[in-house]
């Protein structure tokens, strides 16, 4: 079996060199999304990383990346799969994925679209600026946020102002989870505990909302590849009317300030949420990160 090992802090430099090397891919490689979430491994394989995902009962194969040899890893992938007893789910898979299995292996692989997975990607002078008519709705919440809250102001995210935004975000699971007692928070709630624990080390980026001292949404981030900044998490009071908006605006008006070379800001998926998958389109994404799934064939009706 392949020896499959949990990402370590140490790790991260030499990940992201492979990962910024290769084509744009989705959310689920960010450095960060691998050591906050579930139970993900990774093994340097044939130059290039294999990665091995547990999520809700299912182990899936996320496709390998890097400039080494590709199909040996998938491969040594379809052998681990067997050694282990489990389906071959091989996720994240691109058109230029899709392409490269059907080449190396005709007729081996199902593929289904994954449109709950697709990362919707915004141009980060879009969300920055508001601009035009397919922008006014947002511009129009924002002014009114401005309106109510004249003296609001933007903290970068510290160790000195972290205690206040982790207290915000959990009254935020708080009444959520009041609201929803079936919704699944828990591990959203256990990534983002581990990512104000781990913010420094991860090379995150966050800001704070703050109106009178008191915080009203919180966001954080970290790079995806060179021009693109990803959005794992953002909080917001929902009892004030904007916050939302504000700090999506402020957030990119912020990173593009510090990183002019960040052209693209990429907000993951909608979870196939219909309000969620709502909210997202509202801001007009540039373009989406489109994804499928690779069964093989002889193990389709074992998923």
């Given at each position: 079996?392949?020896?499959?090992?949990?990402?370590?802090?140490?790790?991260?430099?030499?990940?992201?060199?492979?990962?910024?090397?290769?084509?744009?891919?989705?959310?689920?490689?960010?450095?960060?999304?691998?050591?906050?979430?579930?139970?993900?491994?990774?093994?340097?394989?044939?130059?290039?990383?294999?990665?091995?995902?547990?999520?809700?009962?299912?182990?899936?194969?996320?496709?390998?990346?890097?400039?080494?040899?590709?199909?040996?890893?998938?491969?040594?992938?379809?052998?681990?799969?067997?050694?282990?007893?489990?389906?071959?789910?091989?996720?994240?898979?691109?058109?230029?994925?899709?392409?490269?299995?059907?080449?190396?292996?005709?007729?081996?692989?199902?593929?289904?679209?994954?449109?709950?997975?697709?990362?919707?990607?915004?141009a980060t002078d879009d969300l920055a600026?508001?601009?035009?008519?397919?922008?006014?709705?947002?511009?129009?919440?924002?002014?009114?946020?401005?309106?109510?809250?004249?003296?609001?102001?933007?903290?970068?995210?510290?160790?000195?102002?972290?205690?206040?935004?982790?207290?915000?975000?959990?009254?935020?699971?708080?009444?959520?989870?009041?609201?929803?007692?079936?919704?699944?928070?828990?591990?959203?709630?256990?990534?983002?505990?581990?990512?104000?624990?781990?913010?420094?080390?991860?090379?995150?980026?966050?800001?704070?909302?703050?109106?009178?001292?008191?915080?009203?949404?919180?966001?954080?981030?970290?790079?995806?590849?060179?021009?693109?900044?990803?959005?794992?998490?953002?909080?917001?009071?929902?009892?004030?009317?904007?916050?939302?908006?504000?700090?999506?605006?402020?957030?990119?008006?912020?990173?593009?300030?510090?990183?002019?070379?960040?052209?693209f800001l990429d907000r993951e998926d909608?979870?196939?949420?219909?309000?969620?998958?709502?909210?997202?389109?509202?801001?007009?994404?540039?373009?989406?990160?489109?994804?499928?799934?690779?069964?093989?064939?002889?193990?389709?009706?074992?998923?």
């Amino acid at each position: 079996m392949i020896d499959f090992h949990r990402l370590k802090l140490s790790q991260k430099e030499p990940y992201e060199q492979i990962l910024f090397s290769c084509p744009p891919r989705g959310c689920e490689y960010s450095f960060a999304n691998l050591f906050l979430w579930g139970r993900q491994q990774a093994a340097l394989l044939h130059g290039c990383v294999a990665l091995f995902s547990h999520f809700y009962g299912r182990s899936v194969y996320p496709y390998p990346i890097g400039a080494g040899d590709r199909r040996a890893v998938v491969e040594e992938i379809l052998a681990d799969s067997k050694q282990r007893g489990i389906p071959c789910r091989i996720t994240n898979v691109c058109g230029a994925d899709r392409a490269e299995l059907e080449d190396w292996f005709p007729g081996k692989f199902l593929f289904r679209t994954d449109r709950d997975g697709y990362d919707y990607v915004y141009a980060t002078d879009d969300l920055a600026d508001l601009r035009g008519r397919k922008f006014q709705k947002k511009r129009n919440h924002f002014n009114r946020f401005r309106a109510e809250h004249p003296d609001y102001e933007i903290q970068p995210l510290t160790p000195c102002n972290s205690a206040m935004a982790q207290s915000m975000v959990n009254d935020w699971y708080h009444h959520r989870i009041q609201e929803d007692p079936h919704g699944n928070y828990l591990l959203e709630s256990i990534a983002m505990a581990r990512a104000f624990q781990n913010f420094q080390n991860l090379g995150m980026e966050g800001i704070l909302l703050l109106d009178g001292g008191e915080v009203l949404a919180v966001t954080m981030g970290s790079r995806l590849s060179r021009d693109t900044f990803d959005i794992h998490f953002e909080k917001a009071r929902e009892d004030v009317d904007g916050a939302y908006t504000a700090i999506n605006c402020e957030f990119a008006r912020y990173l593009r300030l510090k990183y002019p070379e960040v052209t693209f800001l990429d907000r993951e998926d909608d979870l196939g949420l219909e309000g969620l998958r709502k909210a997202k389109l509202s801001y007009n994404p540039h373009h989406m990160v489109e994804k499928c799934w690779a069964y093989l064939a002889e193990d389709i009706h074992a998923d």
